[in-house]
T-cell receptor
């Protein structure tokens, strides 16, 4: 059974303190791994899609990387406005209708 | 602007009173889905649709119905809501590479 596990569940950082969020996954095959940002009470906002091990993508202070077992979302010199829950999801082509499976997220809080 | 819209955004209702949450997308996507999000449980898929007139159950379909008569619309129907359906609901519309979520509907069933 496909599984997506995100760690830590919650993370508090000082402004400017870089860190990484982890998403480990167990799938039969990987069509894509997705990262989203979600603010309280709002819908998830798409950030990145990664397709194969070794791939990296960047957007402002965020960089996502992918290996065969896990993905990292690196946050460099974060600002308070980066505070949000970050969700990871995988799409397994062996699943019926290419179902997307979500992790439970990491709640990130950046202190000014 | 590419977007997914949901209505209503907030709804308080009573047990057993049928309700419909509408969802519409303007991206011509074939794939649409409904999720509920509960504390500690994350996002769980309720129903999805691969195309017009093609729908299928997700992980938690009990108590819900959907229809897909047009490509752009994918309403979620609760025929007889119960308190355990109190949740935050999201509609999503997907291409092969991205998934766009609506703003959410916060439903309370008393």
């Amino acid at each position: 059974e496909d599984q997506v596990t995100q760690s830590p569940e919650a993370l508090r950082l000082q402004e400017g303190e870089s860190s990484s969020l982890n998403c480990s996954y167990t799938v039969s095959g990987l069509r894509g791994l997705f990262w989203y940002r979600q603010d309280p009470g709002k819908g998830p906002e798409f950030l990145f899609t990664l397709y194969s091990a070794g791939e990296e993508k960047e957007k402002e202070r965020l960089k996502a990387t992918l290996t065969k077992k896990e993905s990292f979302l690196h946050i460099t010199a974060p600002k308070p406005e980066d505070s949000a829950t970050y969700l990871c999801a995988v799409q397994d082509p062996m699943n019926r209708d290419d179902k997307i499976i979500f992790g439970k997220g990491t709640r990130l809080h950046i202190l000014p | 602007e590419a977007q997914v819209t949901q209505n209503p955004r907030y709804l308080i209702t009573v047990t057993g009173k049928k309700l419909t949450v509408t969802c519409s997308q303007n991206m011509n996507h074939e794939y649409m889905s409904w999720y509920r999000q509960d504390p500690g449980l994350g996002l769980r898929q309720i129903y999805y649709s691969m195309n017009v007139e093609v729908t299928d159950k997700g992980d938690v379909p009990e108590g819900y119905k959907v229809s897909r008569k047009e490509k752009r619309n994918f309403p979620l129907i609760l025929e007889s809501p119960s308190p355990n359906q109190t949740s935050l609901y999201f509609c999503a519309s997907s291409s092969r590479t991205e998934q766009f979520f609506g703003p959410g509907t916060r439903l309370t069933v008393l």
